[in-house]
């Protein structure tokens, strides 16, 4: 599970996951990919990412951040700076805990095609 611990992989399906073990020749059944992130996720190591789509993603646990996704293509990739702190946006007297942010768009290859 070293793959999901590569700080460019973000908000991978449980099927891009186990895909992209199988390129790399690990042989895995769907159900025991599915068994080692459940895993991962208790033990804190993996985070569950909400995308909005209702896909279970999952990404290495970490600082937080957030997501922007290509409406074309589907990729992901996260934003350089979380636009939250930068600029908060409650009203006086609210303490935020958490919030997770997916912004859409074009990737720049699906933007010039
Ligand atoms: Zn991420
Ligand atoms: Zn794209």
Redesign the pocket.
């Known amino acids: 599970m070293t793959l999901l611990a590569g700080r460019r992989v973000h908000a991978l399906t449980l099927t891009e996951l186990h895909e992209a073990l199988s390129r790399r020749g690990v042989r895995a059944s769907f159900s025991s990919v599915f068994r080692a992130v459940e895993h991962l996720e208790r033990e804190g190591r993996v985070a569950r990412v909400d995308l909005g789509d209702g896909r279970s993603r999952f990404e290495a646990a970490g600082p937080h951040h957030d997501h922007l996704r290509?409406e074309?293509?589907?990729?992901i990739e996260a934003l350089p700076r979380c636009p939250v702190t930068v600029d908060p946006p409650a009203p006086r007297g609210w303490y935020l805990h958490r919030h997770a942010l997916v912004v859409s768009g074009?990737?720049p290859?699906?933007a010039r095609g």
């Open positions: 290509c074309s293509c589907g990729r074009l990737c290859g699906c």
